[in-house]
C-alpha cells in the first residue's frame, strides 16, 4: 500500500488505480490459492475471507457463512449447477467444481455486471462457468429470468438462489415454477437472504407448491437457507 504521507500528494486518478491495482492484486492471488486445492476440497474461511475482502463488493457479495455453504457444495458437486446472481459465488463455482467437469450455468440479469463478472473470469482463467445474460421478465406476481432452457441440462442438482435482487417483484420465487421440472428430488437450493420479506413470501409459495426439507441458518446480519427438494 501507499504510505499516508505519500498518498495524500498523489492525485485521486492515481489514488484509484493504485487501489484497484491492489484489489486485483489481492483477488488474484486468492484465486491462485482456490486453485490449488485438490478437487473435491472446499477453502478454509480464512481464505474465503481473503478472497471477499479483496473482491470488495460487501454491500452486494454473500456473505462469509453463505460462501462456505457454496464452497462445500461445490466441492462435493456431481452434477450440474445452476447459479442465479452472478459475482463471487461465480468465482467460486468457476474453481471448485466447473474446472472438475461440473456443468455450471450462471444467469444474470444486469448487462453491466454480466459484462464486469465476465470479464473478471477471463482476467483470472476461470473457464467453464456459462455466464448467460438472462434480463428479467415480467411474468404476472413475479420477475424472473429470461432463461435459455434450450442449452440448459434435463436436470440440476444444486441450485445457488442469491438473485434476482430482492426488490424485484416476488424476489426469488421465480425458481420453482420455472425450473421446478428440472429439479429432481434430492437435489438442494441454497437460498440467501432467507429471512428478508421478499424470500418469506417466495418460501411461502414454495411450499404450496413442492415438498422440501428447510433448516435456515442465521447471523446477526445474515440468513440462508439450505432446502433439499422431494416429490415433484
Ligand atoms: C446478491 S447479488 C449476487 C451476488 C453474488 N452471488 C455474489 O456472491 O457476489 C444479486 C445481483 O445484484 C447485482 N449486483 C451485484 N453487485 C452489484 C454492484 N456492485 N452494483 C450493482 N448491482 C450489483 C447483480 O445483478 C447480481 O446478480
Known amino acids: 500500500m501507499v504510505p499516508r504521507s505519500l498518498s495524500r500528494l498523489l492525485p485521486q486518478s492515481t489514488k484509484r488505480v493504485v487501489r484497484e491495482t491492489v484489489q486485483r492484486y489481492r483477488v488474484r492471488m486468492a484465486v491462485q490459492r482456490l486453485l490449488k486445492l485438490p478437487r473435491g476440497h472446499a477453502p478454509a474461511p480464512v481464505l474465503l475471507r481473503a478472497l471477499r475482502r479483496a473482491w470488495g463488493d460487501e454491500g452486494y457479495s454473500a456473505n462469509l457463512a453463505y460462501l462456505q455453504e457454496v464452497a462445500r457444495h461445490a466441492a462435493a458437486a456431481e452434477g450440474p ?12 463455482l468457476g474453481v471448485l467444481a466447473a474446472r472438475h467437469g461440473v456443468v455450471v450455468h450462471t444467469v444474470e440479469h444486469s ?4 459484462r464486469r463478472v465476465a470479464q473478471v473470469l477471463r482476467t483470472y482463467g476461470i473457464t467453464g462457468v456459462r455466464l448467460h445474460l ?3 421478465l ?14 440448459w441440462p434435463a ?9 434476482p435482487p430482492g426488490d424485484m417483484k416476488g424476489g426469488r420465487y421465480g425458481l420453482l415454477p420455472l425450473v421446478g421440472a428440472r429439479l429432481p428430488p434430492g437435489s438442494v437450493v441454497l437460498l440467501d437472504d432467507a429471512t ?20 435456515v441458518y442465521e447471523g446477526p446480519d445474515w440468513a440462508y437457507a439450505v432446502l433439499t427438494l422431494g416429490r415433484r
Open 155 to 163: 436436470e440440476f442438482r444444486l441450485v445457488v438462489c442469491d438473485g
Open 111 to 114: 448487462a453491466e455486471w454480466h
Open 134 to 136: 438472462a434480463p428479467l
Open 196 to 215: 428478508r420479506q421478499s424470500e418469506i413470501a417466495a418460501l411461502r409459495r414454495w411450499r404450496g407448491e413442492r415438498e422440501f426439507r428447510q433448516r
Open 81 to 92: 449447477i445452476l447459479e442465479c446472481g452472478s459475482g463471487l459465488t461465480t468465482i467460486l
Open 138 to 151: 415480467d411474468r404476472g406476481s413475479f420477475v424472473w429470468y429470461d432463461v435459455p432452457k434450450d442449452v
